[in-house]
């Protein structure tokens, strides 16, 4: 491991929970840590423990103004800041595998094959698309959505019914998804140890591979010029700043470990630093601009699962595998 040069463990407000820890985000300014046994704790004077899911939350989406779950009972759940639920939509003795926000509170969320997209406003809409959906997210501006899936992506736009859906081929089987922000490029994580990008305007490909183990963690930072992602011993940097991307680029790397692999990034939502889980329980924060370290948790063998940051950046939380946690406010 790189030599760290500062500590905030101290600064850091500690928790214990019942179990693992899948989701770590902020509802406004209340830290929320969602178990994978499926309750929600919103970390407040005093902490509010409520239930989501009679079962697994299988993906948690959070924006700092709304969070929803989507859990193997079948059902989509929206949680508010004061521990009220609303449930969105539900699927008897099926599983909803992936959730996504979009604007004006717009929920998408996947069971099986089959995309859907609900409105506070507008009718439900429906996409099916040729196998089990592996991810799904948002364009940054519109109402665009990147459905992943076996062979590639598609981006649909769930408003006009008239469009046809677009879709992006790569063989393989294709997971989490997200555009760049601004929207000129489409990123997938992999079954394999890779990502795949495509340009958005003409479909070109970018292939970044070179991992030792799959991405299960990616996120471009606030500006677009870099996208962070998990997998390896050192969080991989792929450059976004030319209008190829990285075709043909080599990625840059930050905070190396001789002790474990990068299990989680998260990028902060305005500067250029990220903070990053570690599979050996270790958190740190790092700049973007010199790799410049500091400590905010010490390993102790357990795999950091969740990390988000407040959206006004003042603050970020993380959770591990054990259940434990620690939320830092600057």
């Not at 939350?57 to 009972?73: H, I, Q």
Request: net charge neutral; proline share 6%; hydrophobic share 40%.
């Amino acid at each position: 491991m790189s030599t760290v040069p500062s500590s905030l463990t101290d600064k850091v407000r500690t928790f214990t929970l019942d179990s693992g820890i899948v989701h770590s985000g902020f509802l406004g300014g209340t830290c929320v840590l969602v178990e994978d046994a499926g309750a929600a704790t919103l970390v407040g004077a005093s902490p509010l423990k409520v239930t989501l899911h009679d079962g697994v939350p299988l993906e948690v989406a959070g924006n700092g103004r709304r969070l929803v779950s989507g859990g193997d009972d079948g059902k989509v759940v929206e949680l508010a800041a004061d521990g009220t639920m609303n449930i969105l939509a539900e699927h008897k003795a099926r599983w909803v595998d992936h959730v996504a926000l979009g604007p004006d509170g717009i929920t998408a969320y996947s069971v099986g094959k089959t995309a859907h997209m609900i409105s506070p406003k507008g009718e439900p809409r429906q996409l099916e698309v040729g196998s089990t959906v592996g991810g799904l997210g948002f364009a940054h501006k519109g109402i665009r959505l990147a459905v992943a899936h076996y062979g590639g992506v598609t981006l649909w736009f769930p408003n006009a019914p008239g469009s046809k859906p677009e879709t992006l081929g790569w063989k393989g089987s294709h997971l989490g998804v997200v555009f760049s922000p601004d929207n000129r490029f489409v990123i997938t994580t992999m079954q394999e140890a890779a990502l795949h990008g495509w340009r958005v305007v003409d479909g070109g490909h970018m292939r970044m591979t070179g991992y030792p183990s799959r991405v299960k963690s990616f996120q471009f930072t606030a500006d677009g010029k870099w996208l962070a992602s998990s997998g390896s011993t050192e969080v991989i940097l792929w450059p976004f700043q030319s209008k190829e991307g990285p075709m043909g680029k080599q990625p840059s790397m930050l905070a190396p470990s001789t002790t474990g692999k990068v299990t989680q990034v998260a990028c902060h939502p305005k500067d250029p630093v990220l903070a990053a889980g570690f599979e050996d329980g270790m958190v740190l924060m790092v700049r973007i601009s010199d790799g410049a370290e500091i400590l905010l948790r010490k390993p102790d063998a357990t795999p950091v699962t969740a990390i988000g940051w407040r959206a006004d950046g003042g603050a970020v939380a993380f959770g591990t595998a054990s259940g434990s946690a620690g939320l830092l406010e600057f």
